[in-house]
């Protein structure tokens, strides 16, 4: 089972579903743990009868709500700590701290640090790595408008001194009008399409994809993304 974290008060849903879709499509099973604060799976994923803490599938991925740990995953499941999750990948989503530390990110397989260039999910993104304990090693996600090079330039002001290594590669993805109607038509449809987005999402996807499971290859990315 491989652990994936994705850090950053920026919205990630809708990038973790695309990633988890790919994942499942390969006969992979995919636990997507929404850890935020703001729960934004209970409001987009359909659930009966949703409760402050609960388990859903959709699209074949399984998604956990209002868990504050791992632990309260496998005690929701009825499994003991001691007992891995039966799963080839577990996606965690955090926004704050907290969840960062209850999650036990710092044992992660990846972590991804995922932000936007407007001055709230900078700032307050920053301030979950400044509350680190130890080192960790993170590749940076980038959702910008138009990618300018001042812009990067400041997040790295700000990220000064924070106990990050970050890995060489970074990904931009534009934030293109017409990737967020596709996401809105996704959730007002309860399904998970790929081929009305932006040829550069889908390559980033293709990329993290290739990152997490290189056995999967990049060419056959392609081809189920284009089935999606």
Do not use: H
């Not at 891995?84 to 036990?104: A, H, I």
């Not at 044992?107 to 709230?120: E, N, P, Q, R, W």
Request: charged residues 25%; proline residues 3%.
């Amino acid at each position: 089972m491989k652990k994936i974290g994705f850090v950053g008060v920026f919205d990630k849903t809708d990038l973790l579903l695309c990633l988890s879709k790919i994942l499942v499509k390969t006969q992979q099973r995919v636990l997507f743990i929404d850890g935020t604060t703001i729960q934004k799976t209970k409001y987009i994923i359909p659930a009966i009868m949703p409760t402050i803490a609960y388990m859903t599938t959709f699209q074949d991925i399984d998604i956990a709500v209002g868990f504050g740990s791992i632990e309260q995953v496998k005690q929701y499941i009825g499994i003991d700590n001691d007992t891995e999750l039966d799963y080839d990948y577990v996606f965690v989503d955090v926004d704050d701290y907290e969840g960062f530390d209850n999650f036990n990110l710092y044992g992660f397989d990846k972590l991804y640090y995922v932000t936007s260039f407007d001055a709230y999910s900078l700032k307050r993104g920053i301030e979950i790595l400044r509350f680190l304990e130890s080192p960790v090693k993170m590749e940076k996600l980038f959702f910008s408008k138009q990618m300018f090079k001042e812009e990067e330039e400041y997040f790295n002001y700000l990220a000064l001194g924070v106990k990050v290594e970050w890995e060489d590669t970074k990904l931009y993805f534009p934030l293109e009008n017409g990737d967020q109607a596709a996401f809105i038509e996704n959730q007002r449809l309860e399904n998970i399409k790929l081929r009305n987005l932006s040829n550069i999402f889908r390559e980033n996807v293709t990329y993290i994809i290739n990152e997490i499971d290189p056995s999967i290859g990049p060419k056959n990315i392609k081809n189920i993304i284009k089935d999606l």
